[in-house]
């Protein structure tokens, strides 16, 4: 049999990428299909204004009404096997079920997003470029598959958490604009989850992983890194990377119309063609686009004309700076430039998706679900496990009906699926979302994913009966004899006996046993 043109574009994408994957047996059939369903995808949308998609990325939905093929690639650690994800029906939402079925009992780490244009630009494990990344030969690490639980169109879904240190690229792409050509780009993200390191970026960028001068990249930036551009308020910013250049409108610094944007989910927007360019956003729950920019290209040379390169890069720059994080559930590239018209009709599309990130329970041990978590000894059976205002510490204090309402939410955990064991749990603080309970140097505190291969097994703990024949204790899946512990209000990992203070035999079991209750906020 003939290799077809689009398998071999596969074949050399992930092997450029480094990635193990290149020979999923779920690889090669990440092609749109024929096959018809009512409605409209974003695709659909950019189709028929003469715009088409050239890439489209997802772990939420199809982007095409007829799409029928696998949105995502895991590989479970278990085994290293790897499985593809695909959606409930034709260009339906993602089987967030399949994942959970495969990867119980482990942990999983999405391998590849798969091209639903039919182009092949797939996205796999970014390879070393200017910047090493932390992974073996200097590759980028692969996202936990668990970090982002969302709801899209009522069903249960997971987008791709970038933590500093990792990254997807593909540097052999088909289609995707280069010099000067025109070219359009979305991405929802999450807009609560940001920082200041460069960068996190979804779109165009240098095919040789390295800065290659002005103008040589054309990507959607969002944080609040002041280094090169920013806008109004304190981000962050929906900015344009153009390599060596974060640029919030035509001048090189501030551009006061580029506001701060923290909607939970957000659509971001940027695209270019000669001597134009624009910045577009808007909450992508509900209303409409802004433009935040729209005119002529930087006033800086070497920005006019582009120099774009064409390939595609996801949570990184176009040099593999690695610095940078933030959340992503779909985004595309097209071939044009899309009018705003467009846009809009895709942002409308978007809303209707229904993103949520509202919890699916509460008072359970139940992934989704929001629980407060109560001290069963004697001395404190009116306190209860928070985070300090004053610090990232752990510790417990007395909550009730009239605390304040920062107390009440401080004391409020959303119980997630265990990132580095599903069977166990991981609980994210309910008032700072991807800051995550997690022990250091045995002591308790919230912290965001640094991105280190540690950070799951240290967020992770496997409930169990309570030491004290109440409730249930908490155990380390990394340390499996000690469990979270408060002492003199603190709050720790703790053995029923060591060499630290609070591994003191006195109360432990009372002190390791937890009441699992409705939560405060």
């Known amino acids: 049999m003939i290799e077809q043109p689009w398998i071999r574009r596969v074949r050399r994408a992930l092997f450029a990428a480094g990635g193990t994957v290149a020979l999923a047996a779920g690889l090669l059939t990440a092609t749109a299909t024929a096959s018809q369903t009512a409605g409209q995808g974003p695709c659909d949308i950019y189709a028929a204004g003469g715009t088409p998609c050239v890439a489209a990325h997802s772990t939420t939905r199809a982007l095409y009404a007829a799409y029928d093929g696998p949105l995502y690639q895991v590989r479970r650690a278990s085994d290293n096997t790897v499985k593809d994800i695909g959606a409930l029906s034709t260009g339906g939402y993602a089987n967030a079920a399949a994942q959970d079925s495969f990867c119980a009992g482990t942990s999983c780490v999405i391998t590849v997003i798969y091209d639903e244009s039919g182009k092949g630009n797939h996205l796999a494990q970014a390879p070393r470029g200017h910047f090493p990344g932390p992974a073996a030969g200097g590759s980028d690490n692969l996202a936990n598959a668990f970090e982002a639980p969302v709801t899209a169109g009522g069903h249960k879904a997971y987008g791709v958490y970038v933590a500093p240190g990792t990254g997807y690229r593909n540097n052999h792409t088909a289609g995707i604009a280069t010099g000067d050509q025109p070219e359009g780009m979305y991405a929802i993200l999450d807009g609560t989850h940001f920082n200041g390191g460069c960068c996190f970026d979804y779109g ?56 701060s944007v923290d909607n939970r989910f957000l659509t971001a927007m940027v695209k ?250």
């Open 204 to 259: 165009n960028a240098e095919t040789t992983g390295n800065d290659d001068g002005n103008g040589t990249m054309e990507a959607i930036y969002f944080g609040n890194n002041k280094g090169w551009g920013y806008g109004s308020g304190n981000g962050p910013w929906v900015m344009a990377d153009l390599e060596n250049g974060l640029f919030s409108g035509v001048n090189q610094h501030f551009n006061a119309n580029d506001p």
């Open 272 to 521: 270019g063609g000669s001597n134009q360019w624009a910045i577009r956003g808007g909450n992508a729950q509900s209303g409409s686009l802004s433009t935040y920019y729209s005119g002529v290209r930087p006033n800086l040379s070497g920005y006019n004309p582009m120099k774009k390169q064409g390939a595609i890069i996801l949570g990184i720059g176009g040099d593999n700076s690695i610095s940078g994080a933030g959340t992503f559930y779909e985004g595309v590239m097209t071939s044009g430039y899309p009018s705003d018209a467009t846009e809009n009709a895709v942002q409308a599309n978007i809303t209707a998706v229904g993103y949520s990130s509202a919890p699916t329970g509460t008072g359970t041990l139940t992934p989704g679900s929001r629980v407060s978590l109560q001290a069963t000894t004697g001395c404190c059976t009116s306190h209860y496990l928070r985070h300090d205002d004053a610090d990232n510490k752990v510790v417990i204090s007395a909550v009730n009906s009239s605390s304040p309402a920062t107390d009440k939410a401080d004391a409020t955990w959303i119980v997630r699926a265990g990132l580095a064991n599903t069977s166990c749990l991981t609980f994210e603080s309910a008032n700072v979302p991807g800051r995550f309970l997690r022990h250091y140097a045995y002591e308790l505190n919230v912290s965001a994913d640094d991105g280190g291969g540690a950070f799951a097994q240290d967020a992770t703990f496997c409930p169990t009966p309570g030491n004290s024949g109440v409730g249930n204790s908490f155990r380390s899946v990394n340390y499996p004899t000690k469990y979270i512990r408060h002492y003199n209000f603190a709050a720790y990992l703790a053995g029923n006996g060591g060499s630290n203070a609070w591994d003191s035999t006195s109360s432990w079991a009372q002190d390791t046993s937890w009441l699992t209750a409705s939560p405060w906020s």
